[in-house]
């Protein structure tokens, strides 16, 4: 049987990452022996996902699962909705820490809360939150509504590291997990790392942590998520490396002072990359995150990128997507290579 051998403090990430994709085996039991977890595939990842998520494959056997129960099963028993309508229970949600948000259809609204506190019974959360609406604005507020449980700040553990944060007031993408593990696996060892859109953290922390940044000037504008950012960098004992700035990322100082420039967001990204070249020293490189209709992509982030390169040589090494957005519509990151 074919294993993905994983350190245990990446295991968590990973194993979301294996499952989404299709390649986890739900019939066979996960292995924990010295130190490592040994995930069973149903087939063999592709060479560019073992390379990102740095898994080691192995042989191996695994006990067999013979009473695996979905959780979502479990819920779909216990719900209090009328039959017709259990179809419509969502088969996906989303756990920061010990908060599950939801997102419900419409017609199971008037259920909201029962169905919340089933959740929570089957799930073991202290608190259920609905997504009303898509995260809006600059400052990307989340739409939330409590539904069940009075708590929505929590500690999320994910890939080794400890994100604080108030579910109902600031958004935590668990599809941008690919990203996050490939920032990870980078080696940024003597690099000077420039975060631009920093949030609380999510690609700060990863790259002063497992890429070993030498340091990560990490800024933000929203206060609420400058508040968490700073309290993730001492949570994560990340004191010495990062640096966090309130405040728009157009205004930071400097030109030509970052090895490598994080663009981790989304819609008016582009706006931004005057700013990113301004930074970003002679061979370093931007990755550039924005969302594209798919019928103008590439061009659009290729004419992007010359609009805002001011003349300076640079070259496109990467191009993919990040998650689908909306209908039609992806999340894409572009790794820019700076050659002047």
């Known amino acids: 049987m074919l294993l993905a051998k994983v350190p245990s403090d990446r295991a968590e990430a990973v194993r979301k990452v294996l499952f989404r994709k299709g390649l986890g085996r739900k019939d066979r039991r996960i292995l924990r022996e010295g130190g490592f977890i040994f995930?069973?595939?149903?087939?063999?990842?592709?060479?560019?996902?073992?390379?990102?998520?740095?898994?080691?494959?192995?042989?191996?056997?695994?006990?067999?699962?013979?009473?695996?129960?979905?959780?979502?099963?479990?819920?779909?028993?216990?719900?209090d909705v009328p039959a017709h309508l259990k179809g419509l229970i969502p088969h996906h949600w989303e756990m920061l820490g010990d908060v599950l948000v939801l997102r419900l259809p419409e017609e199971l609204v008037p259920y909201r809360e029962s169905?919340?506190?089933?959740?929570?019974?089957?799930?073991?959360?202290?608190?259920?939150?609905?997504?009303?609406?898509?995260?809006?604005?600059?400052?990307?507020?989340?739409?939330?509504?409590?539904?069940?449980?009075?708590?929505?700040?929590?500690?999320?553990?994910?890939?080794?590291?400890?994100?604080?944060?108030?579910?109902?007031?600031?958004?935590?993408?668990?599809?941008?997990?690919?990203?996050?593990?490939?920032?990870?696996?980078?080696?940024?060892?003597?690099?000077?790392?420039?975060?631009?859109?920093?949030?609380?953290?999510?690609?700060?922390?990863?790259?002063?942590?497992?890429?070993?940044?030498?340091?990560?000037?990490?800024?933000?504008?929203?206060?609420?998520?400058?508040?968490?950012?700073?309290?993730?960098?001492?949570?994560?004992?990340?004191?010495?490396?990062?640096?966090?700035?309130?405040?728009?990322?157009?205004d930071l100082p400097g030109e030509g002072i970052a090895d490598r420039v994080i663009m981790g967001y989304v819609r008016t990204t582009a706006q931004h990359l005057r700013t990113a070249f301004r930074l970003v020293r002679k061979g370093g490189t931007i990755h550039y995150q924005d969302t594209f209709p798919l019928e103008v992509f590439p061009q659009k982030a290729l004419d992007n990128l010359a609009s805002a390169a001011d003349g300076r040589a640079y070259e496109v090494r990467l191009m993919k997507e990040v998650k689908s957005y909306s209908p039609g519509v992806s999340h894409m990151v572009l790794d820019v290579a700076v050659l002047d």
């Open 39 to 79: 995930i069973p595939l149903r087939a063999e990842p592709p060479a560019e996902l073992t390379v990102e998520l740095g898994l080691e494959l192995v042989e191996g056997e695994t006990l067999e699962k013979s009473c695996y129960r979905p959780p979502h099963e479990a819920i779909v028993e216990r719900a």
């Open 115 to 250: 169905l919340a506190a089933t959740y929570a019974y089957v799930l073991g959360a202290r608190t259920v939150l609905r997504e009303r609406a898509h995260i809006e604005g600059v400052y990307r507020i989340p739409d939330m509504e409590v539904l069940w449980g009075d708590g929505t700040e929590t500690v999320h553990l994910e890939n080794g590291i400890l994100y604080k944060l108030d579910a109902a007031r600031l958004m935590f993408s668990s599809g941008n997990i690919d990203e996050k593990l490939r920032m990870a696996a980078l080696d940024c060892r003597g690099e000077n790392v420039v975060d631009m859109f920093a949030g609380i953290g999510y690609f700060t922390l990863p790259l002063a942590l497992h890429a070993r940044a030498s340091r990560v000037i990490s800024c933000e504008i929203n206060p609420l998520a400058f508040h968490y950012l700073c309290e993730n960098v001492r949570l994560n004992g990340l004191e010495n490396v990062v640096e966090p700035v309130l405040g728009d990322n157009r």
